[in-house]
């Protein structure tokens, strides 16, 4: 705080007749709110290792005992020690299988599927504790996350010993040039803990997931396809593809879940995936104090 500002704040004070005991409580308040508005500040940088998780059509349960590998690089700005904002670039791989599942329909249906996920974020963290690097008494802090995020993704399912892009066989029913795009955007949120090491070193532990804005992640959204349309479109692979579906007793033993028109999946709720992970952070930044004029 300058000199002529705090004048100024005395002298409104002074005309305002404010009794002292009062001044001295907003001087202090006021104090209190400059130096958390500049605080710690500076830049960060590391990277993280985890585990990704899938959830949708082919896994409406919330299995999480298959999770894929995943990882990235992450770089953050401090803006004082409650508020900053974070740029990750992160990779996982997705995956799941209607043959795991408890629902006999799902089970019925057969369908599975593979994806890698190159995803790129932005989000601002809260820290609900004040957080300094290099203190003995603010070293660590639990936060939330919100922010945006674009990615990429790609899903396959093996046939013959191969694993075969599924997007390109429109496997329900899309014509040409109507199929689903494979770089979409999203919302991510999630929570975090930092923990300090050393000034410079910090651990952070941080789940995340991203509310996507596509049903396609797994290739599974809305009904079965005319299969000899989609044959004269798209060629037998497609058709085997596009309907995997097993004859069970008192479940599908006539093949009648798969007609064409019969439901597939569930448009209405999107896919989701989240990471868990774990990350090494580097501080380059160095505590900063308001400045000073005479």
Known sequence: MSTETLASFVRFATQKKIPMRKLISLLLLFSFSIISLWGQQGWEAGGWLGVSHYFGDLNTNLRIG??????????RYNFNKRVCVKFSGNYGNVSAQDADSD??????RNQSFR???VDGTAQMEFNFLTYTHGSKDEFFTPYLLAGLNVFYFNPQAEYNGEWVDLRPLGTEGQFRGEEYYTTQVGLAYGMGLKVDLSYRWSLNIELSARRIFTDYLDDVSTVYAD???????????AVTLSDRSLLLPGVNEDGALSQPGRQRG??????????????????FGDLKCPPYSR
């Not at 629902?103 to 019925?108: H, I, P």
């Open 66 to 75: 298959d999770p894929g590998y995943s990882g990235g690089l992450i770089a």
């Open 103 to 108: 629902n006999l329909y799902e089970r019925a």
């Open 115 to 117: 994806s890698v996920i």
């Open 227 to 237: 299969k000899e349309d989609l044959e004269k479109l798209r060629g037998d692979v």
């Open 266 to 283: 569930n448009s209405v709720t999107k896919d989701t995936y989240a990471f868990l992970g774990v990350g090494l952070v580097y501080y």
